[in-house]
């Protein structure tokens, strides 16, 4: 990479105001922050994962917490160099540092030719505080257990290459001395920082001579927070119960004036002439900071934002503040902020993570076609953020009928989904209602939590798909059940259930409509007409058969006679095939106890076929129900309840004819009806349902067993209604 030039563009705010600059006009969409200069033939450095923690006069020091490592990034080529080190003692300014380990030997480095300079057996320092290196000397405050007094020692190469390291003392320090510290590095001296009689001092340490000259008392607070200062304001903070305060003082008049920052997590302050820059260096994930944007604020109370967010400051050799921060408009990258013409601090970016602070959307990871046949009915719908501290809404539009579904997503407490993903776990319904097959449009709008930026939007398109459930009239894959009223109204439940817990089910139900009271009997057939959606039969009062086919809407199109002569039966069912062509039949018993079979014929105007005999004995039966296949045998199955309540299954042998019966077992009167359902809840395999006399209905799972073909009982959440009969 070329030596990055940056020319700095007078795009500097002129506020004269004295209140912040909150109150002016916004900024034209995408335009760059006030004082934000741009990079002419821009080719910005890398900045590498991580929190900027030091500039030499040759490259910056930058600290990957998570991964613990070091990076050093040179300024004129870009190259960046990883140093695999935990902790990195630093002096500001220097291109040299220490490399420790734990139980190695310590090692300074001179970034500028790559080559170790110094090396230092690790027992030498055992118990020291190591504070950084400049040049090829080390610098270790060693603490006197016994006074709790402190020596700065200094170790310097040796007389050659394979010489042992030379340590001496720093001469100067006050005899008292605590808690030592490196400053920065300022040509041949290095900046010191100590306790001594109660109160704090700076210095400067003579690197040649190692002498230590030019204590002066520290003129800011103590218990400051963060603090810094130039040759015309100091500025410091100070908590109160979380509660920051910014303090600016004129080091000619020692005035102060005090500014109320509110709530913050991490702040610093640093100075740029005479202005004070202010920020909060940690982010909070969910709710934004106060002081999340870079500010500078003038003695005289002049405010503007610099920066949209901060993350760490350092000073290069020169005094020139880096700091680690971003704009919507640029991103996240390393800054240079020097003071322009006017005095005014303007940030310059010379570095880049390439990483956006506006809330950017990615490519969405939602197939085509969702098969909710498949992972118990679920489906993950996925979209790319660059970042997931949003609030996200999806909506889910069914095209035919405009139902939709929204749901709001917080995906910092959702479950791991993956880098920068917000994932909608959808369980194929509306709620307790299971989605309707076909064409959905989607659309996502996330909003970031965090307030940086605007809120970004996305939408798409998918097919839900299931296979034919032969009992589901309304195209959404579960089997509907039809209640009819006393006074001849006829209700679809629309059953559902827990796809995590198959046992828990429910429905839903909607009015099909009124005068269903000129029947005697209605039956649910599956099938029938050639057209995969489930059709019923009725029978009228003269004995007339219609049929009503069902539109996939959850109801039916208009009636087709079937014929008359359908008084002389009982009992009606349909719903199995058990002649094995593919196509549902219908069963019916005549007064006398004979079994008759009509064969579906597939045709919308004739479904069936002449009628065949089975055989009599069929008396002893107060209901029938086909039931489908229940025992993976050739053909659909029919169950048959007696007088005592027993009820028995008769296995389809494909040819139009029963297996002899199997007792399933005892109780059943205790149902007013009962009906084959197909597969209410997607385990593959046919199930049974029942109704009391008090309207509740009663779901028994198949079991795939023909000796025990169902599972007890289980209620569903569906409530009770007034009925006559159910199919």
Known sequence: MSRLITTALAVVLATGSSTPALAAPAAPAGALPAAVAEATEERLLPLPAGTVAGAGTTGYLVRDLAAGTYSWVRFDTGAVTELPYGL??????????????????????DMVTGAVVLTVDNNRLYGADVLGAAGSTLLAAFPNEATGRETLVLYRPGADAAARAVASSATGLPADATEIGAGSLAGSSVGLSYSSGGKRYTASLDLASGVVSGAQEATLPADATSADSSATLRAWLKEDSSRYGLTLQDPKTMATRSHQLGDAYRPSVHVVGG?????????????????????????????????????AGVREPDGTLLVQGGTLALGEGLFRIRAGADGKPVATMIATNKVPVKLVLGSPAI?????????????????????INVEAEVTLRHRRTGKTFTTTLLPPYNDYAGPQTVRLRWDGSYGIERALNGAYDWKLTATPLDGLGPAVSSSGSFTV???????????????DLLVRSGVGTL????????????????????????????????????????????????????GVLWLYQGNNRGGFLGR???????QAYDKIAG????????????????????????????????????????????????????????????AGDLVARDRTGVLWLYLGKGDGTFAPRTRIGGGWNAYTDIT????????????????????????????ADWKAPFQRSYRTNGGQYEHDLMS
């Open 560 to 566: 087709v006679r079937v014929g008359g002569g359908w």
């Open 275 to 311: 202005w004070a820059l202010y920020a909060d260096a940690q982010k909070s994930f969910v709710e934004p900071s106060p002081l999340q944007a870079l500010r500078a604020r003038s003695f005289s109370g002049t405010e503007f934002k610099l920066l949209d967010t901060f993350a």
């Open 575 to 634: 719903g199995s095939d058990v002649t094995g062509d593919g196509r549902n039949d219908l069963l019916a018993t005549d007064r006398s106890g004979v079994l008759w079979l009509y064969p579906g014929t597939g045709s919308a105007t004739r479904p069936f076929a002449t009628r065949k005999r089975i055989g009599g004995g069929w008396q002893a039966y107060d209901r029938i129900a086909a039931t489908g296949n229940l025992a993976g045998g050739a």
């Open 367 to 387: 197939p085509s076609v969702v098969d909710l046949d498949r992972n118990g009915g679920t489906a993950n719908l996925d979209w790319k953020l660059s970042r």
């Open 491 to 542: 209700t679809r439940l629309d059953t559902y259930h827990v796809p995590a817990d198959r046992r828990i089910f429910g429905h839903v139900p909607s009015t099909v409509g009124g005068g269903w009271q000129v029947y005697d009997r209605v039956e649910t057939t599956g099938d029938v007409a050639g057209t995969a959606v489930g059709d019923l039969v009725a029978r009228d009062k003269d």
């Open 88 to 109: 990195i003692p630093y002096v500001h300014g220097a291109d040299s540092v220490v490399e420790t380990t734990h139980y190695g030997p310590a090692r300074v480095r």
């Open 465 to 479: 798909t299931r296979k034919v459930n032969p009992r589901d009239l309304n195209d959404n894959g579960s089997p």
């Open 676 to 703: 084959g359902a197909a597969d209410m809840n997607n385990d593959g395999r046919n199930d049974l349902v029942a109704m009391d006399r008090f309207g509740e209905t009663f779901v028994h799972q198949g079991t």
